[in-house]
């Protein structure tokens, strides 16, 4: 057998097959669906309107302030079941929040089926618009006038 001429060693690690580099990056997405449709159907399950399945906001029981999230539980829950007047009124910004999700959740599905890296890149503006709408929805929904964002 000639010197220059050797087979390749067989124990090198060969590149994954293409279905199978696929169904890797396309893992972590499944998880996180599968992570939110069983909470989700936890809460479509066990209704948060009857008292003593969940517990109390902390804010709410000791101030009689609601936060952003007060209310987001039966927004859930009223979102599962397709009533979105009911999600509206439990809590309006959970219900943005989950539709953006779902866009978040569908650009990275996207760019993980096409091999690209899953980036979300926030820079202070978008931080400091998000942070000033969380504070805005908060302190509306607790003045007078803002009756209509109780939960």
Same mark, same amino acid.
């Given at each position: 057998?000639?010197?220059?001429?050797?087979?390749?060693?067989?124990?090198?690690?060969?590149?994954?097959?293409?279905?199978? +580099?696929? #169904?890797?990056?396309?893992?972590?997405?499944? *998880? !996180? /669906?599968?992570? %939110?449709?069983?909470?989700?159907?936890?809460? &479509?399950?066990?209704?948060?309107?009857?008292?003593?399945?969940?517990?109390?906001?902390?804010?709410?029981?000791?101030?009689?302030?609601?936060?952003?999230?007060?209310?987001?539980?039966?927004?859930?829950?009223?979102?599962?079941?397709?009533?979105?007047?009911?999600?509206?009124?439990?809590? +309006?910004? #959970?219900?943005?929040?989950?539709?953006?999700? *779902? !866009? /978040?959740?569908? %650009?990275?599905?996207?760019?993980?089926?096409? &091999?690209?890296?899953?980036?979300?890149?926030?820079?202070?503006?978008?931080?400091?618009?998000?942070?000033?709408?969380?504070?805005?929805?908060?302190?509306?929904?607790?003045?007078?006038?803002?009756?209509?964002?109780?939960?």
């Amino acid at each position: 057998m000639d010197a220059d001429r050797r087979d390749p060693p067989h124990d090198l690690p060969q590149p994954p097959a293409r279905g199978t +580099a696929r #169904a890797a990056r396309l893992a972590a997405p499944a *998880a !996180a /669906l599968a992570a %939110v449709a069983a909470a989700f159907g936890y809460v &479509g399950t066990v209704d948060p309107n009857e008292p003593g399945h969940y517990p109390v906001c902390p804010l709410l029981r000791f101030t009689g302030v609601y936060c952003p999230g007060c209310g987001g539980l039966r927004s859930a829950h009223a979102f599962i079941h397709g009533d979105l007047p009911a999600a509206l009124q439990a809590n +309006a910004l #959970a219900v943005v929040g989950y539709l953006a999700l *779902a !866009a /978040l959740w569908t %650009v990275w599905v996207v760019r993980a089926v096409r &091999g690209r890296p899953a980036r979300l890149d926030l820079g202070p503006v978008h931080l400091w618009t998000l942070g000033g709408s969380l504070l805005v929805f908060t302190l509306v929904r607790n003045l007078p006038f803002g009756g209509w964002l109780h939960p």
